[in-house]
């Protein structure tokens, strides 16, 4: 996503496609089933198409995303829209919310979580790998 994409989408108000391999939990009890599950790892990014800084992270997500999609399931949760399913990330993790927010989550326990510019395509290869 180029920097002018992004501005034309916060300035239009459009929501720009998704990559293939996002899993989009539209339920509270999606997220349930991440923090149960005792083996696997997920990695949640929460994201606002208000917010320009998140734009900018969701690309850095994205940039890793196919490459480590067979490693991890990634969910994009867009806080405006579902928020329920933020503030059940939030209450199981027990992680005050922000966006954009990334929490990697390995056999049920969270193991890592970074928000705005802490968010980095190294930050996550280093925890899938």
Known sequence: MSVFSTFKNLM??????????WII?????????????????????????RCAVCSF?????????D????????YFVDVIQNRPVSDRIAQLSG????SPQLIIIRDGKVVKNASHGEITAELIREEVR
């Open 67 to 74: 490459e480590l999609a067979d490693k991890a399931n990634f």
């Open 25 to 49: 939990p539209q339920k509270p009890d999606e997220i349930d089933v991440i923090f149960n599950q005792k083996d696997g790892i997920h990695v949640v990014y929460k994201h606002s198409y």
């Open 12 to 21: 239009t108000g459009q929501t720009p496609e998704l990559s293939r391999n």
């Open 95 to 98: 992680i005050r919310h922000a």
């Open 57 to 65: 992270s969701q690309s850095r997500v994205e940039s890793v995303l």
